[in-house]
């Protein structure tokens, strides 16, 4: 009898999409088509997040940045169409929504994320939720939560991260990470154009 850990997946939505789909395979269209980003979920995880042997995932947490209704009605609406289409997609997954602004120099960011994905990390871990929480993301910011997760709790802490963008305190507090692979990325875009 093999007993399976319980896994919530936590993605960083905004590192997915720009490091990932738009820089280490170039295809912007399946980061701004939910069809096609879903398709790419699916597959992204069957090749990584399923070679985790022994953990049944019980839930998607899917992060991103949506642009405030009162700076751009018209682009927050479009970018809500696209998060509720994504959610429609898969099973067992959820969206978490902060805020995608300008800087000075007229680039997007996102506000708020980071804390969204550390509080649901820690929160879940203390009511018992998971087991094994697997994080994509690279950002020090999540170093705090990790920590607390894996020492107030005993869970542990996966991480998936795209190869030199990942920060170094991240990749040393974590359990176990699994570098992606743009040769598993290029086989994956490959299949999405099959669809």
Request: proline share 3%; charged share 30%; hydrophobic share 45%.
């Amino acid at each position: 009898m093999t007993l399976f850990r319980r896994g919530y997946i936590f993605i960083d939505g905004g590192y997915l999409r720009s490091i990932v789909v738009r820089e280490f395979i170039a295809r912007p269209d399946i980061a701004e088509d939910p069809i096609l980003f879903s398709t790419f979920l699916k597959l992204f995880g069957e090749k990584y997040w399923k070679s985790f042997s022994g953990i049944e995932i019980n839930r998607l947490l899917y992060y991103d940045g949506i642009i405030p209704s009162d700076k751009d009605l018209e682009e927050h609406n479009k970018m809500l169409n696209f998060f509720n289409e994504l959610r429609t997609q898969l099973d067992y997954f959820d969206v978490r929504l902060g805020d995608l602004i300008r800087d000075s120099q007229g680039k997007l960011k996102q506000k708020g994320v980071d804390v969204l994905i550390s509080v649901d990390m820690v929160i879940k871990a203390f009511l018992n939720h998971y087991d094994v929480a697997i994080l994509i993301a690279g950002d020090r910011d999540f170093v705090p939560a990790v920590r607390a997760v894996r020492e107030l709790t005993g869970k542990y802490v996966y991480c998936i991260y795209a190869y030199k963008h990942i920060a170094d305190e991240l990749l040393r507090i974590v359990d176990i990470s699994l570098p992606i692979v743009k040769d598993d990325l290029k086989e994956i875009a490959e299949k999405i154009s099959t669809y």
